[in-house]
């Protein structure tokens, strides 16, 4: 099937697409041994596609958990010049994106993939897959646990109940396992804040069936295929 150029090199784990449209106009890319124009289409089952005289070859698909610290986004570049998830990834030898997003002062399971069909049906809201937190508050948390798994709404937006288990409580900290099926941006954070209480430290510790572990924040891990095929049942 007929892909556009930079696609398929994207796809190849070499670069970005907007890194291969520049390759592209800078006479670098061939099909069939012809410069290409951006826009050009190919197909992989019968073109060669080359990149400086070097045909493309499949990308190995990868499936990464990585322990993000805090301090750290989820991007691959930042104009910040923030610590990025790609720089902690960089020796696993192809090019992965983020499957959704940890902010940057949250930590602990994050995915990473250069499989975009298997990243879409992770995301997509109608799996709705389970995530795991463990949220430290401060505040008045008498009663909070309550208020958070009765909470409906955030700022006008309808959101799913939560699930959230007391695991610890003194008279003005709290520490809490919530359980989400959906990813609304910060929710835990709002609605924290929605009932009183402030954010001490947020961790995601299981997707899935799947668990954060003993996985040393900083590093990374490929999935089994034990921990794939469990996913895929999601």
């Known amino acids: 099937m007929e892909e556009r150029v930079q696609k398929l090199i994207a796809a190849a784990g070499l670069c970005s697409r907007r890194t291969a ?3 592209i106009e ?5 099909v069939n041994g012809a410069p290409v124009a951006l ?3 190919a197909d992989p089952g019968r ?50 994106v983020p499957v959704g997003r940890l902010d940057f002062d949250s930590e602990g399971l994050l995915l990473l993939t250069n499989d975009g069909a ?15 937190y463990r949220v430290t ?26 699930r959230v288990e ?12 919530i359980v989400l099926h959906e990813g609304k941006n910060r929710q835990i954070r709002r609605m924290c804040a929605a009932v009183g209480l402030h954010v001490k430290r947020l961790r995601r510790v299981r997707e899935h ?14 999935l089994t295929a034990e921990e794939l095929r469990d996913f895929e049942k999601a």
């Open 21 to 23: 449209e520049a390759w």
């Open 26 to 30: 800078a006479g670098r890319v061939t």
């Open 39 to 41: 826009g050009s289409r």
């Open 47 to 96: 073109d060669e596609v080359c990149v400086d005289g070097v045909p493309l070859a499949p990308a190995r698909k990868r499936y990464l958990m990585l322990n993000k610290p805090r301090g750290c986004v989820c991007t691959l570049s930042d104009e910040q010049g923030r610590p990025t998830v790609a720089e902690l990834v960089a020796d696993c030898g192809a090019r992965v």
């Open 118 to 132: 298997w990243l879409q049906r992770v995301l997509h809201p109608k799996y709705g897959v389970e995530k795991a």
């Open 137 to 162: 508050v401060a505040g008045d948390v008498r009663g909070a646990a309550a208020k958070l798994a009765a909470l409906r709404d955030l700022d006008g937006e309808p959101i799913r109940p939560a």
């Open 166 to 177: 007391t695991l610890r409580e003194g008279r003005e900290t709290a520490e809490y396992e």
């Open 209 to 222: 069936r799947l668990l954060l572990g003993d996985l040393p924040s900083g590093k990374w891990r490929d």
